[in-house]
């Protein structure tokens, strides 16, 4: 049985950009560095960071905090956070992916526009995800955040719309959740689409998709909390039924890959190549037997 790592899978720039920001931390810091919650949506990757000193803690841990090193992951954070660890006397590292900080920006400036002209900011994207808290929070929370066509619903359409995305959703999704925005707006002219989509995220759904018709079995490698992974484990499965996601290779099943001759192993913007090696060794380890 013939076992590939896909050459395009694993960590994004964002995401890499964070882990380096945080590694150079840890090996100036004479004591533990903090991240404001965990730094990649992978327990395999962030237990290898506390093993180095790096330290998840929630909001709430923040006025303990005095004098420490606080890490903003690449998610990004709202302005109060950053408010609120100046006042604590927080040095913070901001990892903001310079995509997300993009958007932070670009909401921003879509409120305004929508305040002076009595519409409304809509967002793709999943309900208390730390991304779009960061960027919801940029205007106090006063933007409408959907997750599905079924939540268009809620919306005034008979006022101008502002529609967003957070930057990890599906573009097919985004595409045609704007498509009906349009269609049932009062005036469609008074309806902005913005594709605020990562493409070094979307681009990998297509091959992803070849990727999976090209093996026999596909195991996708992902943390359970990341919304990336999702999107993608479900492209795979859409292009291969047999593709199965796991966290860690002490999951994989032997009798997933009866009669494969080929299977392939890829990943979220979130997963490690490290770790799609060590789930490689574990397979090849289990076909062995």
């Given at each position: 049985m013939e076992v590939v790592i896909d050459s395009e899978s694993g960590f994004c720039f964002g995401v890499v950009r964070a882990i380096e920001e945080a590694e150079r931390a840890l090996s100036e810091a004479s004591g533990k560095v903090y991240s404001l919650g965990d730094i990649v949506h992978n327990r395999i990757e962030v237990q290898r960071l506390e093993r180095l000193g790096l330290q998840s803690v929630a909001h709430e841990d923040m006025e303990r905090l005095t004098g420490r090193t606080l890490l903003i992951r690449a998610h990004g954070e709202p302005p109060s956070t950053y408010r609120?660890?100046?006042?604590?006397?927080?040095?913070?590292?901001?990892?903001?992916?310079?995509?997300?900080?993009?958007?932070?920006?670009?909401?921003?400036?879509?409120?305004?526009?929508?305040?002076?002209?009595?519409?409304?900011?809509?967002?793709?994207?999943?309900?208390?995800?730390?991304?779009?808290?960061?960027?919801?929070?940029?205007?106090?929370?006063?933007?409408?955040?959907?997750?599905?066509?079924?939540?268009?619903?809620?919306?005034?359409?008979?006022?101008?719309?502002?529609?967003?995305?957070?930057?990890?959703?599906?573009?097919?999704?985004?595409?045609?959740?704007?498509?009906t925005i349009v269609e049932r707006a009062a005036d469609p002219s008074q309806v902005t689409i913005d594709d605020t989509i990562c493409r070094r995220v979307s681009n990998r759904e297509p091959h992803l998709q070849q990727f999976a018709r090209s093996v026999d079995v596909v195991i996708f490698v992902c943390g359970r909390k990341s919304s990336n992974g999702r999107v993608l484990f479900e492209a795979c499965s859409r292009a291969n039924p047999r593709s199965y996601n796991i966290e860690e290779g002490g999951e994989l099943r032997r009798e997933w890959f009866d009669s494969a001759e080929r299977v392939g192993i890829c990943g979220a913007t979130s997963t490690p190549l490290w770790l799609m090696r060590s789930v490689k060794q574990e397979l090849e380890t289990i076909a062995a037997r």
């Open positions: 609120r660890a100046e006042r604590c006397g927080i040095r913070t590292i901001d990892a903001t992916c310079p995509v997300v900080a993009r958007l932070q920006r670009r909401v921003k400036k879509a409120y305004a526009q929508m305040h002076d002209a009595g519409g409304s900011v809509v967002l793709l994207g999943k309900r208390g995800h730390a991304e779009v808290v960061g960027l919801t929070g940029q205007v106090d929370d006063r933007v409408t955040v959907v997750e599905n066509e079924r939540d268009l619903d809620a919306l005034d359409f008979s006022r101008p719309i502002y529609f967003l995305s957070q930057t990890t959703q599906s573009i097919e999704l985004f595409t045609r959740m704007g498509r």
